[in-house]
């Protein structure tokens, strides 16, 4: 059951908020983040990400053509997170949010007290 987690996160047009949801992902052990970028601002959230995140290589700002709403986006999310890396776990994380330290650790663990769930997933 080691597999990668990855986190997503859907940027709209906050990238200060998304930065730190990203930082605090990577911090607490994620294997890279996936932000999908919904703005529809002329793709300035998703430069401000891209320069934030340019000297970290398990981050990947995806940009939206169309801003595609929470459910489409956070699926196409997933979309591109399997096609990348097949066996991961996706962490869906708003970018409001930042997560405790412990947290990934303590959600694989309780995975693998279920693995009716694991095996599903």
């Known amino acids: ?3 990668p987690i990855i986190g997503l996160t859907l940027n709209y047009r906050d990238a200060n908020r998304t930065s730190r949801c990203v ?18 601002d002329g793709s300035v ?13 398990r981050v990947v700002v995806q940009v939206s053509e169309r801003n595609l709403g929470f459910a489409a986006g956070v699926n196409r999310g ?16 708003n970018n409001d949010a930042v997560l405790y330290r412990g947290a ?18």
């Open 23 to 40: 930082a605090s992902l990577l911090a607490d052990g994620a294997t890279a983040v996936l932000v999908w970028d919904n703005s529809e």
């Open 1 to 3: 059951m080691n597999r």
């Open 45 to 57: 959230s998703a430069e401000e990400l891209h320069r934030r995140w340019a000297h970290d290589p």
């Open 78 to 93: 997933i979309e591109a997170i399997l096609a990348r890396w097949r066996q991961a776990w996706v962490m869906l994380i």
């Open 104 to 121: 990934l650790s303590a959600l694989t663990g309780a995975l693998g007290g279920c693995p009716r769930i694991a095996e599903h997933s």
